[in-house]
Structure formats: structure tokens, C-alpha cells
């Protein structure tokens, strides 16, 4: 059973538009999402994160809207630039013993194209 | 420079010949981490380690075996490989800076091929 749902497994935009990118949930125990990035041939980058004690979490043109209450999240990207094109994958961990030593639990990804 | 590096980047091996994938973090992280990525399943968790001599498995942890006897290295053994693990395998560590802050950096990953 797949906790982590990235349900559209490609998007595509025009340079400078808005990306918006979904990941949706279903273990209630988790309470840190966080979203990566990956260029082919290369591991995947940290990108963005969230706490569950928050609803938004912005760095530069980079968003993420938590709804706990839909188990929800999404990742804006505003503007959207050719060097954006990638593949992102959402992910979710529950508290463990110790910050940072929690399980990632990973959606499947989407790709991410965005034409100049 | 912060970096995960792993060796070999590709790797071609034939089924039950015995092989390590190495991994190297120079961050002084106590997490360490294992994933396989393949088509249409994302990346899913092999092993983890929290610290020096304590690891546990994740979710796909049959076939392979880690080691973690100094901070830094988190070896992927594999002593008999399959045609069913053939895949892109990432190692990854991770830090935490705060109570609701923490992140995981990933190495460029390991492609095997087994025939």
C-alpha cells in the first residue's frame, strides 16, 4: 500500500508560469514532508521541506502548502524556468527517536518539464 | 566540499558473484541510508543505520547486507546477486538542525546490471 501518492507522473509548462506539484498522503502519523529534485544521471537534491506545525514553507521561488487535513501538499514553482525540468519527488517521514533519523517514505515522482 | 560518494558509479556482474557497492560521507552524519530506485516504484528503502554498529532494515531488504563499523562508510554488500536487483541504488545521509528541521543528501547513485 503506497503512503506517498504523486498521482500525475508528468507535467508540463510554459517558462515563467506557475508549477504546481501535488503529493497527497494517507499515514497520519507522518510529520515532515520534504520534496527533491533529480536531473538524470545524478542523485536526488534537497529542494524544500515542511513541518506538520506549519501550513507553508517558502525559499525563494519555491512553495510548499501543507493541508493536514486532506493529506496534502504541493509544491509551487513561481516562475518556472527551463533549468526546472526535472523529475521531483515528494517525501514523508514520522517522528522517530531522534530529528534526522527517521525512514523517508518516497512517492514514485513526476517529471517536471517546463518549455522555454 | 559536502559530499555522499559512492563506487562504482555503473557496475555489469553476473548472477551469485558476490560485490560491494561502497559508500562515503564526509559530513560526519550519524544517519545513513540505502535506497534502490526502479521504474514506477520511486525510491524505496533497503537499509538504514543510525549510527556506528546500528543498522535495521527498511522496506526491501532481502538479498543485501550493510556494514557500518566507521562513521563515515555504509557498504551495500550483495552476496549473491540476482537479475531481480538489478537497479539505480542510492545512498544517502542525513542531519538534523533543529527539531522540525532536518535533510537527507543523496550520492549520484550506483546503475547494476545483473545477468
Known amino acids: 500500500d503506497q503512503q506517498v501518492k504523486q498521482n500525475s507522473p508528468s507535467l508540463s509548462v510554459q517558462e515563467g508560469r506557475i508549477s504546481i506539484l501535488n503529493c497527497d498522503y494517507t499515514?497520519?502519523?507522518?510529520?515532515?514532508f520534504l520534496w527533491y529534485k533529480k536531473y538524470p544521471a545524478e542523485g536526488p537534491t534537497f529542494l524544500i521541506s515542511?513541518?506538520?506545525?506549519?501550513d507553508k514553507n517558502e525559499d525563494g521561488r519555491f512553495t510548499v502548502f501543507l493541508n493536514k487535513s486532506a493529506k496534502h501538499l504541493s509544491l509551487h514553482i513561481v516562475p518556472s524556468q527551463p533549468g526546472d525540468s526535472a523529475v521531483y519527488f515528494c517525501a514523508a517521514s514520522e517522528a522517530g527517536k531522534t530529528r534526522g533519523s527517521e525512514k523517508l517514505v518516497f512517492g514514485k515522482g513526476m517529471k517536471l518539464t517546463v518549455n522555454p | 566540499e559536502a559530499q555522499v560518494t559512492q563506487n562504482p558509479r555503473y557496475l555489469i556482474t553476473v548472477t551469485g558473484k558476490k560485490l560491494t557497492v561502497t559508500c562515503s560521507q564526509n559530513?560526519?552524519?550519524?544517519?545513513m541510508s540505502w535506497y534502490r530506485q526502479d521504474p514506477g516504484l520511486g525510491l524505496r528503502q533497503i537499509y538504514y543505520?543510525?549510527?556506528?554498529?546500528?543498522?535495521d532494515k527498511g522496506d526491501v531488504p532481502e538479498g543485501y547486507k550493510v556494514s557500518r563499523k566507521e562513521k563515515r562508510n555504509f557498504p551495500l554488500i550483495l552476496e549473491s546477486p540476482s537479475p531481480n536487483q538489478t537497479s539505480l541504488y542510492f545512498c544517502?545521509?542525513?542531519?538534523?538542525?533543529?527539531?522540525?528541521?532536518?535533510?537527507?543528501?543523496f550520492g549520484p547513485g550506483t546503475r547494476l546490471t545483473v545477468t
Open positions: 543505520s543510525m549510527n556506528v554498529e546500528v543498522t
Open positions: 544517502a545521509s542525513s542531519f538534523s538542525s533543529g527539531e522540525y528541521s532536518y535533510e537527507q543528501y
Open positions: 499515514n497520519s502519523m507522518f510529520d515532515y
Open positions: 515542511i513541518s506538520s506545525i506549519k
Open positions: 559530513m560526519n552524519h550519524e544517519y
